[in-house]
């Protein structure tokens, strides 16, 4: 998510600069010319620009991490080693989630005290995503992350829908016994960064 900010702003920047550096200077001419009709139009173009620019960056930007389905994995992890640290509850957790849109309503999720049985300890954890997106038969995707800390390592599978072009979290579980022996496992995963 910090890496998708920071593309973004560096859009924004590259979009604004050629249109505030015109701006000002046209906004100086009519300065100099002392003609004060001419420099609101011109003072009044320039905002309606900027404005409309930056609009449509955050829009994008929005619009961006609900449609890309390792973003969505991304946030809705963060929540979930904040609930794993027991900064959030489960009732905050599944608030959160769903404040932020990453959840369908029937949204099937861990709960409490599996989170207990889990070996999910108090502490820091880092967290990877699978570098691969699994296709389900019923539509939905498939992203696995890997959690480690304090000597652990613990595997989850969030399933995701989309659904008005966004992702939502329909499932999300901890593998255990012979789950973890699939194959999609030993592939590659990406550590992500979380904004603790």
Known sequence: MKDTRIVFAGIAVLLLLPVLFQGVKNIWSAANGKNIKDLWIRFLAVLVIASAIILFIVSLYRFTIGYQAPLVAEQFHEMFVKRVN??????????ALKEKDLTVSDFVYVKDEDINSYNFVHGEYSVA???NIYNNDDGTITLYARYQGDGEEIYTVLTLNMNNNRWRAVEHKVLTGDELENENLKRRFYEIKLGR
């Open 86 to 95: 027991r900064s959030l509850s489960q009732e905050e957790f599944l608030n």
């Open 129 to 131: 995503l699978s570098e």
